[in-house]
């Protein structure tokens, strides 16, 4: 007899399944895909010898998460690579800024910001667990650090007003570039948010890429769920929630677009118009790139760093988020570059390597990236196009094909607002129950949102354990842990 269902098997939808497995209940995991993994799946699209990340490369978060630290990634063989600059900005004219591993040699390059940027993140790298704790939390209970949680307020409401606080321009684009992770309008509590979070992890528990690639992740969570008991059930495409029987707990990995069309007229009409209203953000269009040799960067320190933000400068930044959050198509958006090999050497085969990059698109934009990304890379990179063996595109408006959670290609399920990052999807005293018994929500829609932490999940996966089961102490997760029942 199955105990529970998941639909989905996105980190969070894993992340569910391990914690329920963990806890001595049979789990199913249902997922439209041949293979699980969402956003987390890695597969060699031009050359047999050269691997590509189809969604998310880098993984800040896997490296810092309370799920992830329990789960211990390296124990069952993931290492996570950390850069020696975790990114980097490269400004017009040949200039560049990084962030470097340690707080102390960032400020050095920093100039007459050096000051600053210690006061601003070295407080948050002291207490960088109690930091990520919070952010990754339901955002219903308190803080179990308080100092902390003043720290990262305070710095949050201080940048939320223009991000101005520096005088130079390195230390100014270095911020915005990590507040635009955000997707959307600049500045706002949301942006300073994921600034503040993102910015300091680069100096603590870093910015890693898996060796391999994204899927080496899900591969470690999806072997530990079968080894617990757990079934995949791929190719399957769930339509409605009569599919799955009367399993007496099911957790779905789906936003909220998805779940009215899953649960229909199961769910009372109030809770309908709610989910209705749930507002997406900006679309994410991705390129991929197969290429003979490293990206030629102007600045070479720009070619030392694991991630890599083109945007120009702070006033750059900021024109061309709230453009892109306003619908208007430009011809220089803010754009994420990641050359894995940098900082994974078995990710290129010979000459040959990757390149991933997405652009920060309006919402449901139908372009296809490849030629606005590749002029991006080029105005900073002369020659880039030389190197190009082979590219793929995929629009805003297809990655909604791809992952129906990616509603208009919106890879943050979910507009980054302040509203929305306390209340996803709904406001509910506990955000991932539903009006309809045993069915619980796990996706990136609910706290604390994006992102591959697998918090999403595992947070829900213990409140269906606290409500359905009366278990109440998290089950062990550890590789050499038993699981509880």
Known sequence: MTDAA?????????????????????????EKADTPGGGLRSVPLFDSGVVHDICSAVHPMAAASAFFRRFDLQARGVRLLQPDIPY???????????AWRSVTRTAAHLGADAARWTRLMGPLVAHSRSVVDLVLSDQRTLPRDP????????????????????????????????????????PSPASAAVAMLLGHTAHSSGWPLPEGGSARIADA?????????????????????????DVPLVLLDVGPKEFLAL???????????ALARFRHGPGAAKADFLVDGPIPWANPLVGRAGTVHLGGTHADIVRQENATAAGRRIPDPFVLVVDPAVTDPTRAA??????????????????DPVDLIRRRIEAYAPGFTDTVLASRGMSAAAYETYNPNYVGGDIAAGAMTLRQSLARPTPRLDPYTTPLPGVYLCSASTPPGPSVHGMCGHLAALSALRRHHGITVPPSLGPKEKALL
């Not at 980097?88 to 990084?98: F, I, S, T, V, Y």
């Open 6 to 30: 998941i639909v989905g098997t996105g980190p969070n939808g894993l992340a569910a399944a391990v914690t329920l497995a963990r806890a001595g209940l049979k789990v199913a995991l249902f």
């Open 88 to 98: 980097a900005h490269p400004l017009p004219h040949g200039g560049a800024a990084a």
């Open 147 to 186: 100092a902390a949680a003043v720290r990262f307020a305070t710095r949050v409401l201080g940048h939320a007003t223009g991000l101005t606080t520096f005088r130079t321009e390195e230390a100014k684009a270095l911020l915005t570039g990590v507040a635009a992770h955000a997707v959307g309008r600049l």
């Open 221 to 245: 969570l999806a072997a530990d769920i079968t080894a617990h008991g757990g079934s995949f059930h791929t190719g399957w495409h769930v339509r409605d929630l009569s599919e799955l029987g």
């Open 263 to 273: 649960a229909g007229s199961r769910l009372p009409a109030r809770y309908r118009r």
């Open 350 to 367: 010979g000459a040959k390597r990757p390149v991933w990059a997405y652009a920060h698109v309006p919402h449901g934009d139908t372009r």
